[in-house]
């Protein structure tokens, strides 16, 4: 188990530290200079020069890394070149929109999904199977921002039941700030649950072919005791591994789906900064929803090992 | 998830007769080769000329003359969405072959070599699948500029360890069977090995991962599209025309409805086909997501 335990945290430590080094890297191959532009265009070269200097741009490279990656370490990311405020401000603001937005859209996708593949792989082959699975078929093909834009007028447009976009705030109460975030976490959320709902079905019928489900069957068992404790268990690792996936593929998702309901979270100011040129926001972003990822992967490493008893065992 | 896959010893006729009883692959094909005849017949007849403002017809409703009705400048919905379909297949196509091309040998590679090679390229493989692939394309995008062409690039880098991956684990399976052994005994090298024998072993099963790329490659296109970093107006795009469609969702809604229902039916008909050439080549294969 810990020989396991420390491989994995090894590999999550050198994924990370890699990714620091790509993201630094391609920021240091962009065109343009960000005092320069903090300066705007009448700048004389005296004051640019004083400003790199006192950025520390003029520091060899490898410090830079250093000074960049330490920083991050303390939950430094910098000031913003075009607020002037300190990024990790900015992104505290935004996180509390976009974390439950992800939250909520894969807790959303994981009610749905796992009792859809429980229902289809026990009535397999049969008609409730065919149509969950045609839906699927359907669900996986549908783009989240498309299908954001028809909820919309659906619910917002037509049926007036919640807001087509916006976000009043948590200090609005808790009630309207969730109802804003409904819309778009279930369009993050059902793509994502047919794509779950079918690696669900097949693992669940790889295992139910097993002779531990007949034995267990066999000495009379009803069958979905049988289907909740023996089979789901067991069918587990392939659906936590995707869940995990998942996680990514949706804060990635909130980005687009956050500007189509005019939501403030990190996608807004990705799009904000791209558009200023503000990199070190982009920068900064793209290094926390990365590390986001690893952790999360690393996660999923360590809960195969409660889920597999066998793998805590194995050196 | 243990691969095995076999070429099937039936003959082509065989293959044939299975791919005429699978619904799957049958209903996929008629898909694609509808979606594929149609981005075609673009190049050579649309309704309507796709680059013509026709103010006086702006926003109009489905109707006879305008099947799908038009947008905001006037311009016939279906014929936009026509030439989109050339568009979107050309990005995702040539974003696969990047995939492919850099992916594949990659991973037939690390398997062939084994030991440190494999764990140095598997490593640099996790590395890129920690990046997020739609925020990564975002920030490639963002920095080389928005256009069609950055946009296959940018789709294309992270279709590279998906390939390397699938073609590593299917290439490990295929290696210790003994007609490999004997090529071995014969004196061929690792590489010739790889070439001759190991990659037509695989092919059946990059073909599957491949439609599975090629239609997660429209989304992503569309997507890049839609916050405008993909494909730049007056080329007409579906993720584009869905970006117009939203702020007139309330006078206009057939604006969104038919150019999501192209990515829906397209991406449809992929996933099918490539289910239906999973299911014929080798009953036994899971297709991977």
Avoid: C
Wanted: hydrophobic share 60%.
């Amino acid at each position: 188990m810990t020989a396991y335990l420390l491989k994995r945290l090894v590999i999550a430590v050198v994924t990370l530290v890699l990714a620091s080094m790509v993201v630094f890297a391609v920021l240091e191959i962009i065109p343009g200079d960000p005092a320069r532009l903090m300066l705007g265009l009448n700048a004389s070269a005296d004051q640019i020069e004083l400003l790199r200097n006192q950025m520390g741009l003029n520091a060899p490279v490898m410090l830079r890394y250093l000074h960049w990656a330490g920083g991050l370490l303390s939950l430094d990311f910098g000031r913003s070149y075009t607020y002037s405020v300190p990024v990790i401000d900015l992104v505290r603001e935004r996180l509390v929109v976009s974390l439950p937005l992800a939250l909520m859209a894969l807790a959303l996708s994981t009610v749905i999904a796992i009792p859809v593949g429980l229902f289809s792989a026990s009535r397999r082959g049969r008609a409730g199977d065919t149509i969950a699975m045609g839906a699927a078929q359907l669900g996986v093909a549908v783009p989240n921002f498309w299908f954001a834009l028809m909820l919309i007028y659906l619910f917002a447009v037509w049926l007036r039941l919640v807001p087509g976009g916006g976000f009043p705030g948590w200090s609005a109460g808790v009630w309207p700030a969730l109802k804003s975030l409904l819309l778009p976490a279930v369009a993050l959320a059902l793509p994502q649950a047919a794509i779950l709902a079918r690696v669900t079905r097949s693992a669940l019928i790889e295992v139910l072919n097993e002779d531990y489900i007949r034995t267990a069957r066999a000495k009379g068992l009803p069958y979905r005791l049988v289907l909740w404790r023996h089979a789901l268990r067991n069918a587990m690792i392939p659906v936590v591994t995707i869940l995990g996936l998942q996680f990514a593929f949706l804060l990635a998702g909130t980005i687009i789906i956050e500007n189509v309901f005019y939501l403030p979270g990190l996608g807004r100011l990705v799009f904000q900064a791209i558009n200023q040129r503000d990199l070190i926001v982009v920068e900064s972003v793209v290094m926390l929803l990365v590390a986001a990822v690893i952790v999360v992967n690393f996660v999923v490493d360590l809960s195969y090992a409660v889920v597999d008893p066998r793998l805590r065992g194995r050196q | 998830m243990t691969l095995h896959i076999d070429i099937p010893d039936e003959n082509l006729a065989g293959i044939l007769a299975k791919a005429f009883k699978n619904r799957s692959f049958l209903a996929g094909f008629a898909i694609t080769a509808l979606v594929a005849a149609v981005a075609i017949l673009s190049f050579f007849w649309t309704p309507y000329d796709v680059t013509k403002l026709v103010i006086s017809d702006k926003t109009q409703a489905p109707s006879l003359a305008h099947w799908f009705g038009t947008d905001h400048f006037g311009r016939d919905i279906l014929s936009m969405i026509m030439v989109g379909a050339r568009n979107s297949i050309a990005v995702a196509l040539v974003a696969v072959g990047i995939g492919m091309g850099i992916g594949v040998p990659l991973g037939a590679f690390a398997a062939a070599r084994g030991g440190i090679v494999d764990d140095v390229l598997m490593r640099l493989n996790d590395l890129v699948f920690a990046f997020p692939a739609l925020l990564s394309a975002i920030m490639i995008t963002a920095i080389f500029g928005p256009g069609a062409f950055n946009a296959i690039i940018a789709i294309g880098i992270f279709n590279i360890p998906v390939f390397a991956r699938v073609a590593r684990a299917a290439a490990l399976a295929i290696w210790p069977r003994e007609f490999i052994l004997a090529a071995r005994a014969a004196g061929k090298s690792r590489t010739l090995i790889s070439i001759e024998h190991v990659l037509p072993n695989i092919a059946t099963l990059l073909l599957v991962q491949g439609t599975i790329q090629f239609a997660l490659g429209i989304l992503a296109e569309a997507g890049l599209s839609y916050v405008g970093l993909g494909t730049q107006p007056p080329m007409p795009s579906w993720g584009r025309m869905l970006f117009d469609a939203q702020t007139r969702m309330v006078v206009a809604p057939w604006m969104a409805i038919f150019p999501g229902m192209a990515i829906v039916i397209t991406v449809l008909g992929l996933n099918l086909l490539g289910d239906g050439i999973a299911d014929i080549l080798d009953p036994k294969s899971r297709r991977q997501r």
